[in-house]
């Protein structure tokens, strides 16, 4: 269990800790501004066990598996836990994640984390490689999910162009999302292609 590794278990003992504070922010803001706070921790801790992984040579292959896993882990329970309706704020029920672009990029991790395990019972082999577009799927998602906790601080101030926003900054995100999603597919299909020779 290395460092990195390390970092990334407890990446994935803080997401439920992120959710329950979404859970709870409608009846206060301080939950709100906890989760955003946990939600950047867990994103430099993303950063860093990446970086020492790299830098000590102690990249591993449980490493490579644990590290998407806590992505999937803190995008999914965020994506479903933000389309609630009014679970950020009681006074603006609409500020959460958009219901169409949670079920597309849900949908979208669970196909890949589906993928990934055909691949592996069918080839016998798995190795995480994030391509630069699921790389920026994921950067994209995550500023996403701080702008949304962030909007029932500024929708007071400007209601509309916070509203619409919101749900551009989404339609980037899904779409960013599904090219990164084709990406995928394609790397599967050579690698089920490679495994059938």
């Known amino acids: 269990m290395s460092w990195p590794n390390r970092i990334t278990v407890l ?3 803080m997401v439920p800790v992120f959710v329950l504070l979404l859970l709870n922010a409608a ?3 301080a939950y709100r501004y906890a989760a955003m706070g946990l939600a950047v921790i867990i994103g430099v801790c993303d950063a860093a066990d990446g970086i020492i992984a ?3 040579g102690s990249v591993t292959r449980i490493g490579s598996i644990l590290d998407p896993l806590a992505d999937k882990a803190l995008m999914i329970s965020a994506l479903v836990t933000m389309s609630i309706e009014g679970v950020l704020s009681s006074r603006y029920p609409n500020l959460g994640v958009p219901t169409w672009a949670a079920v597309a990029l849900v949908s979208r991790d669970l ?3 589906l993928g990934t395990v055909i691949v592996f019972l069918l080839v016998g082999m798995f190795q995480a490689m994030p391509s630069l577009t699921g790389k920026a799927a994921t ?3 995550f500023v996403s999910i701080l702008f949304t906790l ?3 601080d500024l929708v007071a101030g400007a209601p509309d162009l916070t509203w619409w926003s919101l749900r551009i900054l989404w339609g980037v995100t899904v779409a960013l999302g599904l090219v990164s999603w084709l990406g ?3 790397t599967g ?3 089920l292609a490679a495994g059938a020779e």
């Open 111 to 113: 196909f890949i984390l």
């Open 54 to 56: 790299r830098r000590t």
């Open 27 to 29: 009846g206060n803001p």
């Open 139 to 141: 950067v994209m998602q």
């Open 11 to 13: 990446r994935l003992l």
């Open 184 to 186: 995928y597919i394609r």
């Open 189 to 191: 299909s050579k690698l």
């Open 150 to 152: 962030a909007t029932p």
